[in-house]
Structure formats: C-alpha cells, structure tokens
C-alpha cells in the first residue's frame, strides 16, 4: 500500500483546510486508516482515525474541529479541519494499518504504511 497526501498550505489562525491522501492498492486489505502529525523534536501524535466499520476516533486536541472521512470508491482518506489554532502547526502524514484488540487506536506502532507528509503551518 503506498499513500500520497496532499492539500496542506499557510492558513491564518481560525481558517480551515481539507488534506487528502490517496490510497495506491485496496483500502480493503487494512482495516484502520489514520491521520497524524509531527513537530522536529517532538513525538508522532495520532489526529484521528476510521475503521473500516465502526466511528472515527480523535485526540483530545482536535476532537470537534476536525472531521476523518473516506471514499472507499476513490481509494482515499480526508482530514477536514476547522478553526485551525498554531498548536496544530506540523507534517500531517496518512498512514493504514490495523484493529488492535477491535480498535483503531491512535497510536503509530499500529500503523505499517505511511505517506511522505504535507506541511500544514498555522499562523497567529
């Protein structure tokens, strides 16, 4: 499975931005797709993720201003995300993998494919 994002820019505090990640081989042969992020220096940080059934999950910090979607159809994964703060500064990279004990935590180690990243910069 390889994965491409994209639809990361500069936006101003409060603006909103929509990622997508298309998804190269079947979004059927993993049961867990997520979105996370990174700073330099910091650790990877699950933002949200879908099951192939069942309700998305979020963090925390984003819970209510970004929305996890898919398009089993086209292959691809969407982030939406709503009043941007400068905290959520960061790569945003897609990533699938799988059911940990019937979830789909955030948390990367249960992740085996991943993008390259698209840079999202939030500014004040």
């Known amino acids: 499975v390889q994965l491409l994002e994209s639809g990361g820019g500069s936006v101003q505090a409060g603006g909103s931005l929509r990622l997508s990640c298309v998804v190269s081989?079947?979004?059927?042969?993993?049961?867990?797709m997520g979105w996370f992020r990174q700073t330099p220096g910091k650790e990877r940080e699950g933002v949200a993720s879908?099951?192939?059934?069942?309700?998305?999950r979020y963090s925390d910090s984003v819970k209510g201003r970004f929305t996890i979607s898919k398009d089993t159809a086209k292959n691809s994964l969407y982030l939406e995300m709503n009043n941007l703060k400068p905290e959520d500064t960061a790569m945003y990279s897609c990533?699938?993998?799988?059911?940990?004990?019937?979830?789909?935590?955030?948390?990367?180690?249960?992740?085996?494919?991943w993008g390259q990243g698209t840079q999202v910069t939030v500014s004040s």
């Open positions: 990533a699938a993998g799988y059911r940990w004990r019937g979830n789909c935590y955030l948390t990367a180690e249960n992740y085996s494919s």
């Open positions: 879908i099951p192939d059934e069942g309700d998305a």
């Open positions: 081989g079947s979004m059927y042969s993993s049961n867990c």
